[in-house]
T-cell receptor
């Protein structure tokens, strides 16, 4: 069975600080997909990034960057120079295709609070 | 534009009543999912469907049922609402490839009193 662990329940930072959200996953499959979603206070779920298990290249998108390390089964998310608008709950999710599956298994989320 | 919509957005119901939450998507995705979101638990899978007439139980399926009579809709029914089912419910649809992201509805806040 697959599992996603987001050990950080809540993180508070001051604006302009860098912050890293941790995500550790468990699966026996060699082919899998990892996702990050953002849930702002308005409640909708916003897709941020996807990564497949064969692509360990790190990705940067503006102030956001993702570090995928298969050796430690981690897919961490870093926000550089955080802003108040980054305040949200962030979810990491895993998809495996074994048995014809295509469903997302989510972590419990990390609440990020960015204060002035 | 294609979209996924949930209705109602908010509902208050009494314990023991049957409740149905609607989910409708216009992407023509085969895969549809229902999750519930609770503090400390994140998003947990209730039921899912990979196509018409296909339904499967997720990790928290007790007390819930779904049916899939067409591609666009996956209604979620609470057979006899309980206070433990007070939650925010999200419907999602996803294309057939693992790498594709899921698209989520706006959520339904259900309160069982």
């Amino acid at each position: 069975a697959q599992k996603v662990t987001q050990a950080q329940t809540e993180i508070s930072v001051v604006e302009k600080e860098d912050v890293t959200l941790d995500c550790v996953y468990e699966t026996r499959d060699t082919t899998y997909y990892l996702f990050w979603y953002k849930q702002p206070p308005s409640g909708e779920l916003v897709f941020l990034i996807r990564r497949n298990s064969f692509d360990e290249q790190n990705e940067i998108s503006g102030r956001y960057s993702w570090n995928f390390q298969k050796s430690t089964s981690s897919f961490n998310f870093t926000i550089t120079a955080s802003q108040v608008v980054d305040s949200a709950v962030y979810f990491c999710a895993l998809v495996i295709l074994t048995g014809g599956g295509n469903k997302l298994t989510f972590g419990t989320g990390t609440q990020l609070k960015v204060e002035l | 534009d294609a979209e996924i919509t949930q209705s109602p957005r908010h509902k208050i119901t009494e314990t023991g009543r049957q409740v149905t939450l609607a989910c409708h998507q216009t992407w023509n995705h085969n895969n549809m999912f229902w999750y519930r979101q609770d503090l400390g638990h994140g998003l947990r899978l209730i039921h899912y469907s990979y196509g018409v007439q296909d339904t499967n139980k997720g990790e928290v399926s007790d007390g819930y049922s779904v049916s899939r009579s067409n591609t666009e809709d996956l209604p979620l029914t609470l057979e006899s609402a309980a206070s433990s089912q007070t939650s925010v419910y999200f419907c999602a649809s996803k294309p057939g490839t693992g790498l594709s992201e899921a698209f989520f509805g706006q959520g339904t806040r259900l309160t069982v009193v």
